[in-house]
């Protein structure tokens, strides 16, 4: 498992490098980067902490993935989970995060 960075899409806030358990991202002063994407660990942190979804996340292909890429969009307390396939097709699902350990 690994995330992309989209270099034209980051404002270099730090927000990603911040939440980043493995410290793997880092800032060049400008910028968001990922010197070893090999070594992510999957968690998803950063993809929830970018504001202007730069960082992306690639799904595996036990998961649906194949090429997928996955952001999440917040919308008050719903963190929307989009997820673009190599063919186009997106896909949204919504969840409730005042809800989601609920069970």
């Given at each position: 498992?690994?995330?992309?960075?989209?270099?034209?899409?980051c404002v270099g806030c730090g927000r990603c490098s911040e939440v980043c358990p493995g410290s793997l991202i880092k800032l060049d002063g400008k910028k968001a980067y990922i010197k070893y994407p090999k070594d992510c660990w999957g968690c998803t942190s950063c993809i929830k902490e970018c504001p202007v979804h730069a960082v992306k996340f690639y799904l595996g292909a036990d998961i649906g993935g194949?090429?997928?890429?996955?952001?999440?969009?917040?919308e008050g307390d719903i963190l929307n989970w989009i997820i673009e396939a190599p063919?186009?097709?997106?896909?949204?699902?919504?969840?409730?995060?005042?809800?989601?350990?609920?069970?």
């Amino acid at each position: 498992m690994s995330i992309a960075i989209d270099s034209e899409k980051c404002v270099g806030c730090g927000r990603c490098s911040e939440v980043c358990p493995g410290s793997l991202i880092k800032l060049d002063g400008k910028k968001a980067y990922i010197k070893y994407p090999k070594d992510c660990w999957g968690c998803t942190s950063c993809i929830k902490e970018c504001p202007v979804h730069a960082v992306k996340f690639y799904l595996g292909a036990d998961i649906g993935g194949m090429g997928s890429l996955v952001h999440t969009e917040k919308e008050g307390d719903i963190l929307n989970w989009i997820i673009e396939a190599p063919d186009g097709k997106v896909t949204r699902i919504g969840i409730n995060q005042k809800e989601s350990n609920k069970y």
